[in-house]
Every structure is written in structure tokens, then in C-alpha cells.
């Protein structure tokens, strides 16, 4: 499998009502790369500043994740810092420093350029297009982005739409992107812009694929755990993706169960902040949880 990611690489702080974390490691392509290699080696594109730590990098890389796309430049660390309510669907942004992510312009190392599998995290579609105009042959591509850059880059944004297989967004931005007043609605607007499937996602009510044949809904795993949802859309994408780049068809009962361990991966890494419940975890656990929530759906 070669899959490859592009995104974000982060220093989040996070406020929850019952805790606090701060500077930990974040970002899109990071969750994404260490959900996605519980299946399979990742590539990961992405930028540092010097203040980043080498022991990082070396997690990363004790993943078998390939940073030789993770360029470090002169300055600081993408920065993110937000606070979940009570209920913890609602989050807002309090801060967001681009510092180095801002001015990313992507050059994919030579072993890079035949990944057949592409994720294009949360980031600049600017820079999204850039990472796939570099790949040879991709045989899927997916998509993610969120308010931040469908407010402020629309059309890079729908020119890129136009060139994925594929798409996750949560509900909000689904609304946001296509002006939709239901979800079903929304999906069918967003594979009107180009994707041949669109991933909603709904936090702890589960995820929504839409195609042109039809609609399927999952529900989330009921983890009574919730330690820190950041991250759980891109950990869905990254269990999504890594078990899609294990196949060689990508029908619908395929598509299904990739929803399914990504809803499953996604649902141990809000267990703890950063990527500490996924460090605790090997796919043996994957598994087993998948079993379980496999006997949970049975109807
Ligand atoms: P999620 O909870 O799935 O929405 O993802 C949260 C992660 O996205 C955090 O680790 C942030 O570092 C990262 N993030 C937040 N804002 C942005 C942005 N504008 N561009 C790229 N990544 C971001």
C-alpha cells in the first residue's frame, strides 16, 4: 500500500471542562498518519518550525510513518488552541497561528510521487492541489476541509472538488459549503460539485456516506470515555483510509466497513489528549472493538 497525507502538523492546546492540555502534538496530518498506520506504512507532507521537537519526529517515525515530507523551516510551529462546552460537540476556536503552514509550498520527495492512495487533510486547498498535481498515478483521492478555508478560499476550494474521488466533511461545513438545510441534502449538493462519495460526519451521533445510489448511516461507538474529541475527524479519516488502501475495489460494502474502522479508531483516540490513548493501542484492540461493534449493529 502507499497512502499518502498532506496537512496539518500541530501544537494544540486544548481546554475541556474537566482538564487542560497544553502545546501537546496535534494537527490533520498527524492524527490522520498515526490512525491511518495502524494498517499499513503512511507518507506523510507537512511543516515544522525549528521549535519542533525531534522526539516528535521520531514517534512519527516509530509508526512507520515516512517524514521525509515533513519539511522543517526557520520559524515556529503551526499553532491551535481551543475549548469544548459542557457538551462536548461544541468547540470553538480561540486561536489559530499559522506561523510556517501559512506560507507551505509543498515539493513531494521522489518516492513520494507514486502513492496511489491520497488524503488531503485540513489545510490550504492551495496547497491540497499542489500535493496532488505531484502524484503520478493516484488511484483514490480524498479530500477534507473545514469553515476556516471554505470561507476564505471557495473557489481554490471547488476547483479542487472537482479533481477528488472523494470527501469528508462534518456537518457543519457540509452546511456551510452548500448552503443545504438537511444532510441528505448536502451530501447530494456536495457530489454535485465533483466527489463520487462524501463522508458527514456528526461527532457522537456517527457519519453519514452519501452516493450516487444511495445513503448509509453508521453510529458512532458509544465510548463512555471522552477525554478530548480533537483530532476524531481526521482519526475517522485515517482509519477510513488506511484499511481502503489495504483494498483493490472500492464498492459500496467496502466503503462501509472502512466507515466502520474509522468510526472505531476514531472512537479510542478521544480516550486521552494528543495521540495518548493511540500509543496504549495495536490493532489487536482495533479488532476486537470492531467485533463489538459489529454485534452491536446486528439487526
Ligand atoms: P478535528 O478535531 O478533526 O477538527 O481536527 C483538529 C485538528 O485540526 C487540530 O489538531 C488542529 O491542530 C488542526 N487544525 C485546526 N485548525 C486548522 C487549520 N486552519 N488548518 C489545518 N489544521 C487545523
Redesign the pocket.
Known amino acids: 500500500m502507499s497512502l499518502i497525507v498532506v496537512?496539518?502538523v500541530?501544537?494544540?492546546t486544548v481546554e475541556t471542562p474537566a482538564a487542560k492540555a497544553d502545546r501537546v502534538l496535534?494537527?490533520?496530518?498527524?492524527?490522520f498518519s498515526y490512525a491511518a498506520s495502524f494498517f499499513g506504512p503512511v507518507r506523510l507532507v507537512g511543516v515544522v518550525g525549528t521549535d519542533f521537537p525531534p522526539a516528535y519526529r521520531e514517534l512519527l517515525q516509530s509508526r512507520n510513518i515516512d517524514t521525509a515530507g515533513l519539511e522543517t523551516v526557520e520559524g515556529k510551529t503551526?499553532?491551535?488552541r481551543?475549548a469544548y462546552e459542557k457538551d462536548m460537540n461544541k468547540?470553538t476556536?480561540l486561536e489559530?497561528d499559522?506561523n510556517v503552514?501559512g506560507e507551505f509550498d509543498p515539493t513531494l520527495p521522489e518516492h513520494f510521487r507514486d502513492s496511489r492512495f491520497v488524503f488531503l487533510?485540513?489545510?490550504?486547498p492551495r496547497v491540497q492541489m499542489r500535493v496532488l498535481e505531484q502524484v503520478a498515478r493516484p488511484q483514490l483521492v480524498v479530500a477534507?476541509t473545514?469553515n476556516?478555508?471554505i470561507e476564505s478560499q471557495r473557489d481554490d476550494l471547488l476547483k479542487l472538488m472537482r479533481r477528488i474521488d472523494g470527501m469528508v466533511l462534518?456537518d457543519e461545513e457540509a452546511f456551510m459549503l452548500t448552503g443545504a438545510s438537511h444532510l441528505v441534502d448536502a451530501g447530494r449538493k456536495v457530489l454535485a460539485m465533483g466527489p463520487k462519495f462524501v463522508v458527514i460526519k456528526k461527532g457522537e451521533h456517527g457519519a453519514m456516506l452519501v452516493t450516487p445510489t444511495g445513503v448509509i448511516v453508521l453510529p458512532a461507538y458509544p465510548t463512555d470515555r471522552v477525554v478530548d474529541?480533537?483530532?476524531?475527524?481526521?482519526?475517522?479519516a485515517g482509519g477510513m483510509m488506511g484499511y481502503l488502501a489495504t483494498q483493490e475495489v472500492f464498492d459500496e460494502p467496502r466503503l462501509r466497513r472502512a466507515m466502520a474502522y474509522g468510526t472505531v479508531v476514531a472512537s479510542f483516540g478521544v480516550e486521552d489528549f494528543s495521540l495518548d490513548r493511540f500509543r496504549q493501542i495495536g490493532m489487536d484492540n482495533i479488532r476486537s472493538r470492531y467485533e463489538q461493534y459489529r454485534a452491536m449493529l446486528a439487526l
Open positions: 496537512g496539518s500541530a501544537f494544540d496535534g494537527g490533520s496530518a498527524t492524527y503551526f499553532f491551535w481551543g468547540r476556536t489559530v499559522l503552514f487533510a485540513n489545510g490550504s477534507d473545514m476556516f478555508y462534518n474529541p480533537t483530532g476524531a475527524g481526521d482519526s475517522f
